[in-house]
């Protein structure tokens, strides 16, 4: 079994920031490409930001410049920090994470979400 547990949501002003973090625990062998995704009342999800094994990142043209993507691999953990937030960043804020839990197959795990609230 593999928990994804994502924290580091809240209320902020607009202009504020916030770091939101996802560690990952259970049965891991390795994990790849780690992701954040966000999905706002009646939108769609979509992809914030991402970032490889390796470290290499790729953000929405919505958020390039404000978040960053990181990861610390020896945590199982992978970040975003948001600043100059902005109203329509505004969503639940959702990582996901592809996992080997063996040598082999590799699984695509999500977390359970945090609220991401920006005030006017």
């Known amino acids: 079994q593999v928990q994804l547990v994502e924290s580091g949501g809240g209320l902020v002003q607009a202009g504020g920031s916030l770091r939101l973090s996802c560690a990952a625990s259970?049965?891991?062998?390795?994990?790849?490409?780690m992701s954040w995704y966000r999905q706002a009342p009646g939108k769609q999800r979509e992809l914030v930001a991402g970032?490889?094994?390796?470290?290499?990142?790729n953000y929405a043209d919505s958020v390039k410049g404000r978040f960053t993507i990181s990861r610390d691999n020896a945590k199982n953990t992978v970040y975003l920090q948001m600043s100059s937030l902005k109203p329509e960043d505004a969503a639940v804020y959702y990582c996901?994470?592809?996992?080997?839990?063996?040598?082999?197959?590799?699984?695509?795990?999500w977390g359970q979400g945090t609220q991401v609230t920006v005030s006017s």
């Open positions: 996901n994470c592809r996992i080997r839990p063996g040598l082999v197959h590799e699984y695509g795990y």
């Open positions: 970032i490889t094994r390796d470290g290499t990142t």
């Open positions: 259970g049965s891991i062998f390795t994990i790849n490409a």
